[in-house]
């Protein structure tokens, strides 16, 4: 075992994310603590690799890692955390990390801490916060024996810290990647023609709260008498309420208007990542210790309809 | 074509959440059928109704609860509900993947839908987790699924609208984000009638596994800052954001 801490960097279309450079910031932080060595981990060619703040950066090269591929990435993880083992091994809680480090950690027989948020070192031991029950509850926990998984939130920590231009050791890739069963066949693309709602500077976002697609109609004449556009969270797009390119968050879009008004919203995390750094939150929820209120700059705990029907009459 | 959909029981979020011993307080809590769950349940049906086969729904009853969660399911179109006896609400996701994949194991599944995620993930999903102890391969995050022969075809969503599109040679386990159409709607009677008619076969729970974390603290976060709380009726609320908007010149 080594006191190193790895972390599985990710990038699409040749940028590597931000949650990326947070977690290296960090794991410089803990390996440092420990007496080993932040290892940042490239997995594909797709991105120029000399940009973390890690002391090392090892890049896996292989065909069958030009694009995500569960199936590809998780062996090449499996492979070089068995040859190495890391004390800590660090994932995004994204679309990438989250098909990866439960796998793992039933692989290897190792913890796993998901929608982790903080981590520290407590008399030579990992403690790790992690934000579960939609944020209404932060977990505590240390993990037990000789090597942690830990998927990271994005948001958690500064990206500064992570950026650097540290050379990275190209290797082959440690396990045969013939006879995959998951094969990549082509990229989506964002549905076209729909308003785009990063552009805008004022959003109606509606939740679970809103209740049925019918209702949907309230916050569209709301939207309409403020000059903003109806945006959501991910319950009303998966119900089929508001088509997906009115998302706001971890798997729909990052927003930044003016004004956010938020109807029936109750702010998981997920949301959160996507809308937090709006100029003027305001949030009405039925629930008065929904994690929204903890976020936005104005609450009121009331019936979102009777709201919006007195607004509309006061615009 | 065997369709099998692992389904988590969690506690429900809608109310406050007490503690006792450093974890929720179980016995204080109601449950409900993870959200993702409904979506899983609903693209398990539609990918049967592509290509036909069997749905199976199969979930680890926590509290002895869950046999209106199954008969939802079974009212929605699947054919058979499974409940493993596990009859501990603190069973982690470690633990009921593990006595999912043995009772799954049995089955000759040719595919395993699980929700993409649960609210109560601490030590990570049961969907990947089930996929290692079955070695079948495992995509999340899925909006879509066609199956043809032994192939399955799955859209992946990454985010904003990206995403990718993956052909896999099954069995698999897939993790769903969304049904490719809206979940549809059961009516209570149809829901009474399955209750009546249909048996729900019980496993006792096999295999071992374990999170491997100990639990210091559980709580509500430590509140770094609040908004400010606009009080009075609703015409009082709506009365003060559109001044607020007025002002600040976003009305």
Same mark, same amino acid.
């Given at each position: 075992?080594?006191?190193?801490?790895?972390?599985?960097?990710?990038?699409?279309?040749?940028?590597?994310?931000?949650?990326?450079?947070?977690?290296?910031?960090?794991?410089?932080?803990?390996?440092?603590?420990?007496?080993?060595?932040?290892?940042?981990?490239?997995? $594909?060619? +797709?991105?120029? *690799?000399?940009?973390? %703040?890690?002391?090392?950066?090892?890049?896996?090269?292989?065909?069958?890692?030009?694009?995500?591929?569960?199936?590809?990435?998780?062996?090449?993880?499996?492979?070089?955390?068995?040859?190495?083992?890391? /004390?800590?091994?660090?994932?995004?809680?994204?679309?990438?990390?989250?098909?990866?480090?439960?796998?793992? %950690?039933?692989?290897?027989?190792?913890?796993?801490?998901?929608?982790?948020?903080?981590?520290?070192?407590?008399?030579?031991?990992?403690?790790?916060?992690?934000?579960?029950?939609?944020?209404?509850?932060?977990?505590?926990?240390?993990?037990?024996?000789?090597?942690?998984?830990?998927?990271?939130?994005?948001? *958690?920590?500064?990206?500064?810290?992570?950026?650097?231009?540290?050379?990275?050791?190209?290797?082959?890739?440690?396990?045969?990647?013939?006879?995959?069963?998951?094969?990549?066949?082509?990229?989506?693309?964002?549905?076209?023609?729909?308003?785009?709602?990063?552009?805008?500077?004022?959003?109606?976002?509606?939740?679970?709260?809103?209740?049925?697609?019918? &209702?949907?109609?309230?916050?569209?004449?709301? =939207?309409?008498?403020?000059?903003?556009?109806?945006?959501?969270?991910?319950?009303?797009?998966?119900? $089929?309420?508001?088509?997906?390119?009115?998302?706001?968050?971890?798997? +729909?879009?990052?927003?930044?208007?003016?004004?956010?008004?938020?109807?029936?919203?109750?702010?998981?995390?997920?949301?959160?990542? +996507?809308?937090? &750094?709006?100029?003027?939150?305001?949030?009405?929820?039925?629930?008065?210790?929904?994690?929204?209120?903890?976020?936005?700059?104005? $609450?009121?705990?009331?019936?979102?309809?009777?709201?919006?029907?007195?607004?509309?009459?006061?615009? | 074509?065997?369709?099998?959909?692992?389904?988590?029981?969690?506690?429900?979020?809608?109310?406050?959440?007490?503690?006792?011993?450093?974890?929720?307080?179980?016995?204080?809590?109601?449950?409900?059928?993870?959200?993702?769950?409904?979506?899983?349940?609903?693209?398990?049906?539609?990918?049967?109704?592509?290509?036909?086969?069997?749905?199976?729904?199969?979930?680890? @009853?926590?509290?002895?609860?869950?046999?209106?969660?199954?008969?939802?399911?079974?009212?929605?179109?699947?054919?058979?509900?499974?409940?493993?006896?596990? @009859?501990?609400?603190?069973?982690?996701?470690?633990?009921?993947?593990?006595?999912?994949?043995?009772?799954?194991? +049995?089955?000759?599944?040719?595919?395993?839908?699980?929700?993409?995620?649960?609210?109560?993930?601490? @030590?990570?999903?049961?969907?990947?987790?089930?996929?290692?102890?079955?070695?079948?391969?495992?995509?999340?995050?899925?909006?879509?699924?066609?199956?043809?022969?032994?192939?399955?075809?799955?859209?992946?969503?990454?985010?904003?609208?990206? $995403?990718?599109?993956?052909?896999?040679?099954?069995?698999?386990?897939?993790?769903?984000?969304?049904?490719?159409?809206?979940?549809?709607?059961?009516?209570?009677?149809?829901? /009474?009638?399955?209750?009546?008619?249909?048996?729900?076969?019980?496993?006792?729970?096999?295999?071992?596994? %374990?999170?491997?974390?100990?639990?210091?603290?559980?709580?509500?976060?430590?509140?770094?800052?609040? =908004?400010?709380?606009?009080?009075?009726?609703?015409?009082?609320?709506?009365?003060?954001?559109?001044?607020?908007?007025? &002002?600040?010149?976003?009305?």
């Amino acid at each position: 075992m080594s006191n190193d801490v790895f972390v599985i960097t990710e990038h699409m279309d040749g940028k590597f994310s931000d949650v990326s450079f947070e977690m290296v910031g960090k794991a410089k932080e803990l390996a440092s603590a420990w007496g080993g060595q932040a290892v940042s981990v490239v997995v $594909g060619s +797709g991105a120029a *690799s000399n940009v973390f %703040s890690s002391v090392s950066t090892i890049q896996v090269d292989d065909a069958a890692l030009n694009q995500f591929n569960p199936e590809a990435y998780g062996k090449v993880i499996e492979a070089l955390v068995k040859e190495k083992s890391p /004390r800590l091994v660090m994932f995004g809680w994204t679309a990438t990390g989250m098909d990866i480090a439960a796998w793992l %950690s039933a692989r290897l027989a190792k913890p796993c801490v998901a929608y982790a948020r903080d981590l520290c070192i407590e008399n030579n031991a990992l403690i790790v916060n992690s934000q579960v029950y939609g944020g209404k509850m932060i977990a505590e926990v240390a993990p037990e024996g000789d090597m942690a998984i830990v998927a990271v939130l994005a948001g *958690s920590f500064p990206v500064e810290a992570g950026q650097g231009s540290t050379a990275a050791t190209q290797i082959a890739s440690p396990v045969a990647l013939d006879g995959l069963k998951i094969k990549f066949v082509e990229a989506i693309k964002p549905a076209a023609g729909d308003v785009d709602i990063t552009a805008q500077t004022k959003l109606v976002s509606i939740g679970r709260g809103i209740g049925s697609k019918d &209702n949907v109609e309230l916050a569209e004449e709301l =939207a309409a008498k403020l000059g903003a556009t109806v945006s959501s969270s991910r319950p009303v797009v998966d119900a $089929g309420w508001l088509p997906r390119t009115r998302q706001v968050g971890k798997s +729909g879009l990052k927003v930044k208007p003016k004004l956010y008004l938020m109807l029936g919203i109750s702010g998981a995390p997920e949301h959160l990542e +996507g809308m937090k &750094n709006a100029e003027l939150i305001i949030a009405i929820n039925t629930d008065k210790k929904a994690p929204i209120f903890n976020v936005a700059h104005y $609450g009121a705990t009331a019936d979102l309809f009777e709201v919006a029907e007195a607004m509309l009459e006061l615009l | 074509m065997n369709i099998v959909v692992a389904i988590k029981h969690i506690p429900s979020i809608a109310d406050d959440l007490p503690i006792k011993d450093n974890n929720v307080d179980f016995d204080s809590v109601d449950f409900v059928l993870n959200e993702f769950d409904e979506q899983s349940i609903e693209q398990a049906v539609l990918v049967k109704e592509a290509v036909g086969g069997t749905v199976t729904v199969i979930g680890v @009853d926590l509290i002895g609860e869950l046999d209106g969660v199954l008969h939802l399911a079974l009212a929605k179109g699947a054919d058979k509900a499974v409940k493993i006896t596990g @009859d501990d609400p603190a069973a982690d996701s470690h633990v009921q993947a593990k006595w999912l994949a043995e009772a799954i194991k +049995g089955m000759s599944a040719d595919i395993i839908f699980a929700g993409v995620q649960a609210s109560n993930d601490l @030590d990570g999903q049961i969907g990947p987790m089930i996929a290692a102890y079955l070695d079948m391969p495992y995509i999340g995050g899925v909006s879509a699924v066609e199956v043809s022969g032994d192939t399955a075809t799955v859209n992946k969503e990454f985010a904003g609208g990206f $995403g990718a599109k993956y052909a896999v040679t099954l069995p698999m386990v897939v993790g769903v984000q969304a049904a490719s159409k809206p979940p549809r709607y059961a009516p209570i009677s149809k829901v /009474r009638q399955v209750a009546q008619t249909v048996k729900i076969e019980k496993v006792a729970p096999s295999g071992e596994a %374990s999170a491997g974390l100990s639990f210091k603290k559980m709580a509500p976060p430590a509140v770094t800052g609040h =908004a400010e709380m606009i009080g009075g009726s609703s015409k009082e609320v709506a009365a003060k954001i559109v001044e607020l908007l007025k &002002n600040k010149g976003l009305a």
